[in-house]
């Protein structure tokens, strides 16, 4: 029965997804390649197919009892398990890795070995998973979700191809060298940058439209789900084949010959697109010499370089964070053409063969190379201030609205955090104790024990050894000795955007601006894993236009059909807020909520509007919420409602101008130097 439940899907018996099948196969010919990034929707095979990569790799010869997989042609010098001098060699199948999405920092690195500490009273290091996947394979499902401080290790390990652990009194040092894979999908957040670089080639998959492909999808899955085992040897003679096939590009790899031409392509590609650092350029010279490989040449090609290119830039060029990724291709095709050898304009050769089990083709489909999307209309074509959004058109109430306009470009923003330490689910936005952390300090435990800080508790434990009779090395612990880790780290919280939709924002090239700006803020928490939630205000009440939820593109596009005209009710928005806040709290108490208001602090529909919106911010004040004022005001003339509101929310005031991250910086410049100029100055007069 095990065996059934342990046979891996094949490799070969995946439909479709030839980019995918390309990058993953690249990668096992030349590691160097530096991994790949499977970007796409959930339920399209993503996991299935890294998983039956594994089964197709070469095995490694490693260092009899060796924790570290060293090679014995040239073992680790560093080796914990070392020095290594004549014993003896076994082999192995290359270790696929999987890293959880909730893994523990000991656990990626190592630490201190826990069983032998206690029992023996020795100090020993326990390899983490970075030691089990040298020489393997890393790979991260969700990768996008995984915690910052994990993903600063993975980037020191995989940049230098070995890990440091200086931890719990333990100090070691081994190689880490693996190929790393990760999966996402891009609706649940995006990846920081610089981990994004760290990936050699990215891969966008989508479900195929093609209802035959689909039936084929679906029959073999239901063929597999029935007879695992015989289904995978129904299988076996084509992964045999494909097996053959990387071994013999592997071997085939070191006489591929990289020609001037070729190399001047890449790098002239590289520089068209614009893309930072030069390790776009590496990687894209290794793919196209592994293309040629896998295609049994041993010249790089014109379409290498092209697919290559398909392959490694995607996620290198600048783009704008909501533009789809992928290549212009006309840009492609020009820049390579300007760069072709005069005597053959159009070199032609045999890419990589389409069997139908292996890869597809090195000149087959690109590999997202769609266009870029335009970018939305600038204030400047939007239209004047004074130009109506559109034709009003008369509402039941009798009040005006105005059709939706578009939203200015997004841009990045200011960092709004919520005061204090919260305990809410991981994220990147306010400090908070968190499972998955830098561990700060020790604690007594507080109910069940969870995290056990070893150091602290030996610690604790030491200066009692002789009273309570110790004997040999083994502790004597009382349970008063055992301290937990108190780790810190960034929730995630709940943005509730509450956005004025009255006819004072009705002036098209404002609401524009007052778009980009929610827009950006949108965009701000899709990064940083939170839910966000819209109430929007305007004529008669304020509505909840978007329910708290996780998915960030609803947001947007509710924020993009946003009409706009009547009054201002604004103590109706504060109020909505108030409830959906209180409502919210009773489902998910540790999710802590950042109002954001975006308004000019205007409010309409009786004598005391403005006074009455105050004492509904004082509602939310009371309440402990964290606020900030989006300050829309605009014109020579202003009245300061929005920071008064502010004030009453004991919240921050923050203009348009004032959002931008960059605004921000620019202010800290200019108060450096102005710093600088005034000390030259009173120095000079000293």
């Excluded at 053409?337 to 292996?358: K, L, S, V, W």
């Excluded at 929730?491 to 098209?508: H, K, P």
Aim: proline letters at 6%.
């Amino acid at each position: 029965m095990s065996e059934l439940t342990d046979a891996r899907y094949p490799f070969t018996a995946i439909v479709g997804m030839d980019d995918l099948r390309l990058g993953l196969l690249l990668n096992a010919v030349s590691p160097a390649v530096g991994g790949v990034l499977v970007r796409g929707e959930k339920g399209t095979a993503k996991s299935t197919m890294v998983r039956a990569l594994a089964g197709l790799l070469p095995s490694i010869a490693t260092v009899a009892d060796c924790r570290f997989a060293c090679d014995p042609a040239a073992p680790d010098g560093q080796c914990p398990d070392g020095p290594h001098s004549d014993e003896g060699a076994a082999e192995r199948p290359a270790f696929l890795v999987e890293l959880p999405v909730g893994v523990s920092e000991d656990r990626v690195v190592g630490s201190l070995d826990l069983e032998r500490a206690l029992a023996e009273g020795v100090k020993a290091y326990e390899p983490g998973l970075l030691a089990k996947a040298h020489r393997g394979v890393l790979y991260i499902d969700e990768v996008n979700l995984l915690q910052d401080h994990l993903v600063d290790l993975l980037l020191d390990a995989a940049a230098m191809g070995r890990s440091y652990v200086e931890r719990e009194g333990v100090s070691v040092r081994h190689a880490a060298r693996f190929l790393l894979v990760g999966t996402m999908n891009p609706e649940e957040g995006e990846l920081r940058p610089q981990l994004l670089d760290r990936f050699g080639l990215t891969v966008e998959i989508a479900a195929t439209r093609d209802a035959d492909e689909r039936a084929e999808v679906v029959r073999r899955r239901l063929a597999y789900d029935a007879d695992p085992a015989g289904f995978a040897a129904s299988w076996a003679y084509r992964e045999r084949e494909l097996a053959e096939r990387i071994g013999a590009a592997r071997e085939l790899l070191a006489s591929v010959e990289l020609s001037d031409l070729a190399l001047r392509q890449i790098t002239a590609v590289c520089a068209a697109f614009e893309v930072d650092g030069l390790r776009a350029d590496i990687v894209m010279a290794r793919t196209a010499v592994a293309l040629a490989a896998w295609a049994g040449r041993t010249e790089v090609l014109e379409e290498d370089v092209r697919k290559a290119a398909q392959l490694a830039l995607p996620h290198r060029r600048r783009r704008n964070p909501f533009d789809a990724p992928g290549l212009d291709q006309e840009q492609l095709d020009r820049t390579l053409a300007e760069h072709q050898a005069p005597e053959n304009g159009d070199p032609e050769g045999e890419g990589p063969d389409d069997d139908g089990n292996g890869p597809g083709g090195g000149g087959g489909p690109d590999g997202g190379g769609s266009p870029a999307p335009s970018e939305p209309n600038s204030p400047s074509e939007a239209g004047s201030s004074e130009e109506p959004a559109a034709p009003p058109q008369q509402r039941p109430g009798g009040s005006r609205e105005s059709s939706p306009v578009a939203a200015e470009h997004p841009y990045r923003t200011r960092l709004f955090k919520v005061d204090g330490t919260g305990r809410g689910a991981q994220g990147r936005r306010s400090p908070a104790e968190t499972d998955a952390g830098h561990t700060v300090r020790a604690r007594r435990p507080q109910g069940r024990l969870t995290r056990l800080h070893l150091s602290a508790t030996l610690r604790a434990a030491a200066p009692h050894q002789v009273a309570r009779g110790r004997a040999g090395r083994a502790l004597v612990l009382r349970r008063d000795d055992l301290r937990e880790q108190v780790r810190r780290g960034r929730e995630s919280n709940l943005v509730l955007f509450v956005v004025d939709a009255s006819g004072s924002m009705a002036a098209r090239q404002r609401m524009t601006a007052v778009k980009g700006a929610v827009l950006s803020l949108l965009m701000d928490a899709y990064q940083r894993r939170d839910k966000i939630g819209m109430v929007t205000f305007r004529g008669s009440g304020a509505e909840l236009a978007l329910p708290p939820t996780s998915s960030v593109e609803v947001g947007a596009a509710r924020l993009e059909q946003l009409p706009t005209g009547g009054r201002t009710p604004l103590e109706a928005g504060l109020l909505r807020a108030h409830e959906v806040l209180r409502v919210e709290r009773l489902r998910d108490p540790d999710r802590r909520a950042l109002l954001v208001v975006v308004t000019d602090g205007r409010a309409t529909g009786s004598r005391d509007a403005v006074a009455r919106s105050h004492r509904a911010a004082g509602l939310l004040a009371a309440q402990g919420v964290a606020a900030v004022v989006l300050d829309c005001e605009s014109g020579p003339v202003r009245l300061g409602l929005a920071r008064e509101l502010a004030a009453h929310l004991n919240g921050d005031a923050v203009s348009l101008d004032e959002l931008r991250a960059e605004g921000v910086a620019a202010l800290v410049r200019e108060t450096r130097t102005a710093m600088t100029s005034t000390a030259s100055t009173t120095r000079k007069a000293a």
